[in-house]
DNA sequence: GTCTATATATCGATAGAC
DNA sequence: GTCTATCGATATATAGAC
């Protein structure tokens, strides 16, 4: 990259995807509150209009940023679910979502905390996508399907508890085998889930 | 209140514990992101600066607003838990506080989506006030204090799991009762809270 | 597809009168 | 303890040139 400036590099073209990464470290350093089209375009050494032609609008942005992260979720936990029993696959997607929200704080609070609308298509598949996750093993561990709902539900609100609580108050080491415990146990004591 | 207008009220004296409620209407109706000094002020008819007699910025009037959510959780919480057996307390312990999230949503938001600063010694105390509410019975029910420690955790994140889940995504009936459900569940297999 | 320039709006916070 | 007035910063979004 001889002379050009860095403001030449996104011109015409990768804007869009540059877009979505800068968001994501913006998110990173100062958080959904300081997250402003503004700031992107400042960081990227764009216009501020130039976002426009690729986003509608700051909701269609943080959007894309919440699709992104939820391909990202996404990927991790098939890639700890592939294999071990039942038990184990949610116990151990249970351990990543909270180490998700741990090592990507950021895209965490992109997918859950930036005020999105929920019923827009994109995230609607999304947490449908990754809900699947879950329910794969509980149909192997209950025996009905009503049942494995109640399961997947229980396992599921457990990470997000684990995770949001990680994010909100601060680090704590120990929180993703914290959450894989509590599945554990959950598993064990099902048959109180009415 | 004859001819007085509105502004008069809160002039001299009233002022602070009109802002805190005012700021609890606001945020229930328009959500943390569009809440600002200037909305509260003109709410209550009063000058932009008069807040600033009273809290110090932003951040101060919410944390007010955080402490006042705390309290008011807090009561809720030692009414549920007067009687009944241990897990019967821990049980409603956390139906109730995902109850409070669906009922109280801003305030619940307050508590814990306004970004404010944990380390404040008046938030820091209100959290262990109410996690003794859950630690309590956690005690009857585990041999050690580590055990009732890793215990309430588990409790506490689950409660939180449903209460954010519900909160973020839109209403459902029965989330207090299957965040109960679930506490039994964690209950009964906790010896696997390793 | 990006730029310059701008309209429009709102905010937090302060100074000084009363 | 509240008011008027205001500064300075920042935002979203659009219009029109290139």
């Known amino acids: 990259m001889p002379d050009t400036a860095r403001r030449e590099r ?50 269609e942005l943080l959007a894309a940023v919440a699709v992104h992260a939820g391909d990202v979720l996404h990927e991790r936990l098939v890639r700890v679910t592939g294999d071990g029993s039942p038990a184990q696959r949610l116990a151990a997607a249970s351990a990543e979502y909270v180490r998700f929200a741990a090592e990507q704080r950021p ?39 009503e049942h494995a709902q109640r399961l997947t539900s229980a396992v599921i609100a457990t990470a997000h508890g684990h995770a949001t609580l ?16 509590a599945v554990r146990a959950l598993i064990a004591g099902r048959r109180w889930l009415t």
Chains 1, 2 share one sequence.
Do not use: W
């Open 10 to 59: 996104y011109h015409h073209g990768a804007l869009r995807a540059a877009l979505i990464d800068t968001s994501i470290d913006l998110l990173a350093e100062r958080g959904l509150e300081a997250f402003s089209m503004a700031e992107v375009s400042r960081r990227l050494g764009v216009a501020q209009a130039a976002p426009y032609r690729h986003f509608a609008d700051r909701d």
């Open 107 to 145: 895209l965490f609070q992109a997918l859950y905390g930036a005020g999105l609308d929920k019923r827009r298509p994109d995230l609607q598949r999304m947490g449908e996508r990754i809900g699947a996750l879950f329910l794969a093993p509980a149909r192997q561990i209950c025996g009905t399907d």
């Open 166 to 181: 990680l994010v909100d108050h601060g680090v704590d080491e120990n929180a993703p085998e914290d959450a894989a415990a």
